[in-house]
């Protein structure tokens, strides 16, 4: 079948998460790069195409430039599809530019810096008929898609108490003065990063991992956030309660400053008739525990596992998959969506997926700013 003509802006040399997107596009073989802008600086955009073989005619030094440029193309040579993988400030003002003229995208999180532009750009997807892929990456794990198919078929009886947690602690090196990175700082720098380092970072994958699920909404938060240091002006830390109905209420812990922890994010969802546990470090096991039963685990590549879950395996069983795979599963997802092809729901979070991300994190810093009161999402 015909590559789907890619474009990417951002993610060049050292770049933390172009590569991951670079990498699950080629494991779904639905993608063949072609151009982008691929730093801030083009030198080192330039520098970036050369390395992977891409022509230097189609290496634009702005997004501007690449439209125009990609335009003139016949459409069956243009790119199609471009992933926005800059620090959150260039989202919207990227994302609208590429959805005026036509381009498909591949965004990460957090979608925007506000909910109005979250909103409009919600808007541009519906009347210009494009697919917007937001790269919730963790929902593409085959035992997430699992859980969200047994919830949905009611294995767990009514949800009493929905639990996330997402911990790092690469910044607390940072704001004591004793890490070396320098890539990615930009996130404790609103202007950057929006109004939320911690919440906007990694909170929102939390809060999206619920959702995404349960299917259910987080309708109401009362967060309590904590920037940590004196100097530091956006929250490192917080816990928020969420209520969903006047019966179910959850909670998402998270912070970047736990030192030691790594990627830990981690969902446990409680029934009346059992619970389902889901760690991100240990992506292939998810556990559900009963009353009076031993724990059952379910493992990728098997036949007892629901048809999208089983799809997003490649290898037979014990053969681990990870973070890659599960990009991939998103990129295969938009390329059906792309194609016109059938796909299924959750096979890739939409522009909806962002503009419930944006409302999570302004009515998280509300609840905070207003002195740790209950806020509407
Ligand atoms: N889905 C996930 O799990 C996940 C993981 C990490 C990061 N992210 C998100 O990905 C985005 C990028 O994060 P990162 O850690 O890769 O950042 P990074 O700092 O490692 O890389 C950013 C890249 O964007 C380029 N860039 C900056 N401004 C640009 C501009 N105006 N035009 C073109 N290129 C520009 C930089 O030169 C660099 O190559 C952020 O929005 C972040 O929240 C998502």
């Known amino acids: ?47 970036f195409a050369v390395k992977e073989g891409i022509s230097l005619a189609r290496c634009y030094n702005s997004v501007d430039a690449l439209i125009k440029g990609e335009l003139k193309f016949p459409k069956n040579e243009r790119m199609e599809v471009v992933a926005i993988v800059t620090p959150n400030a260039y989202h919207y003002l990227f994302a609208k530019k590429f959805l005026d003229n036509g381009f498909h995208l591949v965004c990460e999180k957090p979608m925007t810096i506000t909910v109005k532009e979250a909103l409009e750009l919600e808007k541009l997807v519906a009347k210009n008929k494009l697919t917007f892929a937001l790269t919730h990456t963790y929902t593409g794990y085959p035992m997430v898609r699992q859980m969200r198919d047994m919830i949905a078929k009611g294995v767990l009886g009514t949800i009493q108490r929905i639990d996330a947690q997402y911990y790092q602690g690469w910044i607390n090196s940072i704001i004591h003065g004793t890490g070396s990175r320098i890539t990615g700082v930009w996130r404790l720098d609103p202007k950057m990063a929006g109004a939320s380092s911690c919440m906007g970072d990694i909170g929102v994958h939390a809060f999206n991992l619920i959702e995404y699920t349960t299917g259910l909404e987080v309708k109401e938060v009362l967060s309590d956030l904590n920037s940590v240091k004196d100097g530091v002006t956006l929250d490192l830390d917080g816990t928020i309660l969420l209520r969903f109905n006047k019966m179910l209420k959850g909670v998402i812990r998270s ?58 395996h490649t290898m037979p069983a014990g053969h ?3 973070i890659y795979e599960a990009l991939a599963n998103i990129y295969r997802g938009t390329a059906k969506s792309i194609r016109k092809e059938k796909f299924k729901p959750g096979e890739f979070p939409t522009v909806h997926d962002g503009v419930r991300g944006m409302k999570f994190i302004h009515a998280v810093v509300n609840s905070n700013a207003k002195g740790n009161v209950w806020t509407k999402v």
């Open 255 to 312: 912070s970047q400053v736990c030192a030691g922890e790594e990627n830990n994010l981690s969902i446990a969802v409680y029934g009346s008739k059992a619970s389902l546990k889901w760690s991100q470090e240990n992506p292939n096991y998810l556990y559900m525990l009963h009353d009076s039963e031993p724990t059952k685990v379910f493992k990728p590549a098997h036949g007892y596992n629901d048809k999208l879950a089983e799809e997003g």
């Open 320 to 322: 681990p998959e990870g």
């Open 1 to 47: 079948m015909k590559k789907i003509k890619m474009g990417m802006i951002g993610g060049g040399i050292g770049a933390f998460i172009g590569d991951a997107h670079r990498r699950a596009s080629r494991i779904c073989n639905d993608y063949e790069l072609v151009g982008g802008v691929f730093d801030i600086n083009y030198a080192k955009s330039m520098e």
